[in-house]
């Protein structure tokens, strides 16, 4: 992935997807799409075939506050709940698409209340909640799998950063009290502090994992580094239309 990342001839796509086309088929990822809302009617095609299919695989379908407030949204809910199909719709709402507030861009800040005009729950959970996300997830697969059809999931959480870096940064945009308090309810924090107040994880066992991330990522930054651009001759290749 990271390999992808840098544009490396490595990467999951050879270099050619960049960060918005990552796709690994091996592990049942499907691909993203640079299309805002692109992803839900495919996710309904998988959906669709794991139904056919019989083998009690689930479908989950992430996606944003943006890509809510497009048709695709719509009709993939539509579609998923008449035909019952085994998907869980994952709304990671973090607050902005872009720099477009939630509350700018629908009438009602709560992307989950969209799910009874399709016959199916709708839960808000609190994104920066591990345990909370986890729970919720569970039923709802539960209840894909036991062909009682879709759910929509809406994950309240919070970006800190740009959308893009070409966007003004956030600090310049937002109230600093509302970044402060978002940073507080940090996930990775929380999770830790859960895991440290009930006796699972010591704070050795944290330091331990924190290093193996930082390994591991300066791994995989110089594997991309190490990896060759794709050559220019195969421009072409892999290519189904044009």
Same mark, same amino acid.
């Given at each position: 992935?990271?390999?992808?990342?840098?544009?490396?001839?490595?990467?999951?796509?050879?270099?050619?997807?960049?960060?918005?086309?990552?796709?690994? #088929?091996?592990?049942?990822?499907?691909? !993203?799409? @640079?299309?805002?809302?692109?992803? +839900?009617? $495919? &996710?309904?095609?998988?959906? /669709?075939?794991?139904?056919?299919?019989?083998?009690?695989?689930?479908?989950?379908? #992430?996606?944003?506050?943006?890509?809510? !407030?497009? @048709?695709?949204?719509?009709?993939? +809910?539509? $579609? &998923?709940?008449?035909?019952? /199909?085994?998907?869980?719709?994952?709304?990671?709402?973090?607050?902005?698409?872009?720099?477009?507030?939630?509350?700018?861009?629908?009438? @009602?800040?709560?992307?989950?209340?969209?799910?009874? &005009?399709?016959?199916?729950?709708?839960?808000?959970?609190?994104?920066?909640?591990?345990?909370?996300?986890?729970?919720?997830?569970?039923?709802?697969?539960?209840?894909?799998?036991?062909?009682?059809?879709?759910?929509?999931?809406?994950?309240?959480?919070?970006?800190?950063?740009?959308?893009?870096?070409?966007?003004?940064?956030?600090?310049?945009?937002?109230?600093?009290?509302?970044?402060?308090?978002?940073?507080?309810?940090?996930?990775?924090?929380?999770?830790?502090?859960?895991?440290?107040?009930?006796?699972?994880?010591?704070?050795?066992?944290?330091?331990?994992?924190?290093?193996?991330?930082?390994?591991?990522?300066?791994?995989?930054?110089?594997?991309a580094e190490q990896s060759p651009f794709p050559d220019p001759k195969d421009l072409l290749v892999d290519m189904f239309a044009d």
């Amino acid at each position: 992935m990271m390999a992808e990342l840098f544009g490396r001839v490595d990467g999951y796509c050879k270099g050619k997807g960049g960060s918005m086309h990552i796709a690994d #088929f091996a592990v049942g990822m499907l691909g !993203a799409n @640079g299309i805002v809302g692109g992803g +839900l009617p $495919i &996710a309904c095609g998988a959906a /669709l075939a794991a139904h056919l299919e019989g083998k009690g695989d689930v479908t989950v379908c #992430f996606f944003g506050d943006g890509a809510a !407030a497009e @048709g695709e949204f719509h009709e993939a +809910l539509n $579609i &998923a709940s008449v035909w019952k /199909l085994p998907i869980v719709f994952v709304c990671e709402n973090n607050q902005y698409a872009a720099n477009n507030a939630v509350a700018v861009q629908h009438p @009602g800040v709560d992307i989950a209340a969209h799910a009874g &005009a399709y016959h199916m729950p709708g839960v808000i959970i609190d994104g920066n909640d591990v345990l909370a996300v986890y729970a919720a997830t569970g039923d709802a697969v539960i209840r894909a799998r036991r062909g009682d059809g879709p759910s929509l999931l809406e994950c309240k959480t919070y970006r800190w950063h740009f959308h893009a870096m070409r966007n003004t940064p956030p600090a310049e945009t937002r109230s600093a009290d509302e970044i402060r308090s978002w940073k507080a309810r940090d996930p990775i924090a929380r999770l830790e502090q859960h895991g440290l107040e009930r006796g699972v994880l010591s704070a050795a066992e944290i330091g331990t994992i924190r290093e193996r991330v930082k390994s591991d990522l300066d791994e995989a930054v110089a594997f991309a580094e190490q990896s060759p651009f794709p050559d220019p001759k195969d421009l072409l290749v892999d290519m189904f239309a044009d």
